[in-house]
């Protein structure tokens, strides 16, 4: 049976589509340099899948002659959830958690609509069969999507209509009987250069009047007039892959998208001029939970992997007996745990929605809002138990091929680890600083704050799902009991209770 592999994926890369980058357009990106090992990272997933002693349980059978990965699959059960998470674990440990848009992501967030297929059907009918469609053709062919679905910066003081240019945010600017004409920009598409298909919606809430940005449709990401301007290249800057092993590999990009004036077909328009169907989307179906459910799993193999680190710092610099270093660490590990806590707690008190077994919400929000936090304090951590160690580096693997350099190295990088040397040492802390301190880290800290909104945002997803009555009939119970203790000790006074 037909499973996607890494050179499908390449396949699909092989067309034009228009990146911009240092002034240049570029439009084969799996052969750019600054392009080049991130699109082989996202291969390598499908190789991974498709690897015969991993298919059963990386894929499932479509029902239509394919398998396509796990994250398609819609759970009916805690069985099949638990199952999914295994995958999309197997798919995080290739690449520590780095690729935070990796395929599942989407996969997920899609999959986790149409179990909410119904919310679409009262949008309208024509809207649900296309959306049930896509889904169909985007899990048989196992593609691999990004979506931009937060509108760009500019002045956060003024709605999206208030903006000095109309043409500032990704809006419909015409429609006929082939489809809708887009144009403007969406914030930031992670992925967005390796991925074959780009969603685009409206997580953030749009005002009335805004009916032109309330608009949701998949494209493919050579389609005519999608620009997608790159951030800077950590790849192409990478030294070599021995000195940023992550920057190297795993540099996913970011991109400014623009539609200039994209037509999307009718059969790819999902949500159509409907401010309210942009929230209900995402959460009156289990959209929004399964995608960051998925990217709590993620989250969780990064911070072990981290912790890893972690440890192998402590230990490289010989700091690892000392017990307020090893109190530290425990208090890290302690903080994994309550993640790694949260993920298999939303497992166990997950809930039927239809069909579906989904995690539980406010558990979900509850993780996101507390790992978002977590993420530069832990950061900060790694590089206070490391001291200079991490500075105090060879400028590039070059040096080491001087031997009289060499010669210096091995006597001043010792490293406290049994049976290592300074080429070790070097080695080992060049990956953590790749992983905390470099440009590519600095950015991870700034997706791991804000890939799924502030914290004004987060908190408000866990203030808004929270079991608010659970826990206020702990404090009525109490309080009724105290009224109790209050009479029977036969107080009087001047309140209501005491003048009865
Ligand atoms: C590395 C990275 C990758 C990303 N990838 C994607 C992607 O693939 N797809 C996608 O769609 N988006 C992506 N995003 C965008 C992300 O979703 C947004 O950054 C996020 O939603 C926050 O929006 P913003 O950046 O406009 O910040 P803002 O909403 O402008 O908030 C910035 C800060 O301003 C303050 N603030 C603003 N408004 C308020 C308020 N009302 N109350 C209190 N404080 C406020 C807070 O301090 C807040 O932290 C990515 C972002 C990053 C950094």
Known sequence: MRVKDGAAHLAQLDRDRAVYLDGT????????????????????????????????????????????????????????????????????EQHGGFMGRSPDHLSCCISGQIMGIEVFERHGARFADAYRDYYRYARDNDVFLTYVIINPQADRSKAWGEQASEDLTCRIVDED??????????????????????????????????????????????AGGIKILSRKSYEQNAV????????????????????????????????????????????????????NYQAQIRYTVKMKFLLAITRRITETVGTI??????????????????????????????????????????????????????????????????????????????????????????????????????????KFLKLAWDAVGSEFASRHTQYEMFYNGAQFVTRGHTFRTYDWAGAERILNAFLEGNDTAWAAGGARGTSRKGAE
Not at 361 to 383: C, D, H, M, S, W
């Open 25 to 92: 357009l570029v439009t084969r990106v799996a052969d750019h340099p600054a392009f080049a090992n991130g699109c082989r990272s996202a291969a390598a997933l499908y190789d991974f899948q498709a690897r015969p002693e991993n298919v059963e349980w990386m894929t499932f059978d479509t029902g239509t002659g394919r398998r396509a990965n796990r994250a398609w699959q819609m759970p009916r059960s805690y069985d099949d959830l638990v199952a999914n998470r295994v995958a999309m674990t197997a798919w995080a």
């Open 177 to 222: 009987g082939d489809g809708i004409t887009v144009r403007g920009a969406k914030m930031l598409g992670t992925s967005a250069i390796m991925a074959e298909e780009i969603f685009v919606a409206n997580l953030q809430p749009l005002q009335e009047g805004e009916e032109d940005l309330a608009v949701c449709f998949a494209m493919p990401l050579d």
């Open 240 to 291: 070599t892959p021995w000195d940023n092993p992550l920057s190297y590999r795993f540099d996913e990009n970011d991109a400014l998208i623009y539609f200039d004036d994209v037509k999307v077909p009718w059969e790819r328009v999902f949500v159509f001029r409907d401010i309210d169907m942009c929230r209900a989307q995402f959460h009156d179906t289990p959209g929004h939970v399964y995608q």
């Open 321 to 426: 007996k000392m017990p307020a270093v090893r109190e530290r660490l425990g208090q890290m590990a302690s903080q994994i745990g309550v993640a790694e806590g949260l993920l298999y707690g939303m497992e166990a008190a997950g809930t039927r929605y239809g069909d579906y077994f989904v995690p539980k919400k406010n558990l979900l929000y509850a993780a996101t809002a507390y790992t978002q936090g977590l993420y530069p304090q832990f950061v900060t951590e790694i590089r206070e138990l490391a001291g200079g160690g991490l500075i105090m580096l060879p400028s590039s693997a070059a040096d080491l091929a001087d031997p009289e350099l060499a010669g210096v190295f091995d006597t001043v990088l010792v490293s406290a680890r049994e049976g290592e040397d300074a080429y070790d040492r070097i």
